[in-house]
């Protein structure tokens, strides 16, 4: 077992010998430099006044949005949900009335199939004649 041990140590000592040829030749000191280098710009770039400028103009302007968003939510939505149910009933009497088989239509057809209307009671059903035949 003896012979085996300074093979043993040797082949080690090489390896060793070989790593620490390898870690020679990296360029740590240029390494070191560049590091010192990129953390130095890093430190520039978060200690400047146009990074906290930039920080305080995004914490206003989300300021700003959710004031908006708020009075969006409290006010504008209210009120843009009452115009809609106005709406809706309003479009919905506007088709009521336009209907093809309500009586406003066939009224109306009935006073435009010939002129003067049969109940011609002012000027404007002379008006509303004239430019409904244009488009007729």
């Not at 708020?70 to 009452?82: K, R």
């Amino acid at each position: 077992m003896l012979p085996t041990v300074p093979a043993l140590l040797e082949a080690l000592t090489t390896r060793a010998t070989s790593v620490l040829e390898k870690l020679d030749r990296l360029p740590i000191e240029q390494i070191g430099n560049d590091l010192g280098q990129a953390l130095a710009g890093a430190n520039a770039v978060i200690n400047s006044r146009k990074l906290r400028g930039a920080v305080d103009e995004t914490q206003a302007a989300l300021a700003a949005v959710r004031k908006t968003a708020e009075h969006l939510d409290g006010e504008i939505a209210p009120q843009l949900s009452a115009a809609l149910r106005v709406t809706s009933t309003t479009m919905k009497y506007a088709g009521d009335i336009v209907a093809l088989n309500s009586p406003s239509i066939s009224r109306w057809s009935a006073c435009l199939g010939s002129w003067p209307p049969r109940r011609a009671r002012c000027g404007s059903w002379r008006t509303i004649w004239s430019v409904t035949r244009r488009f007729c």
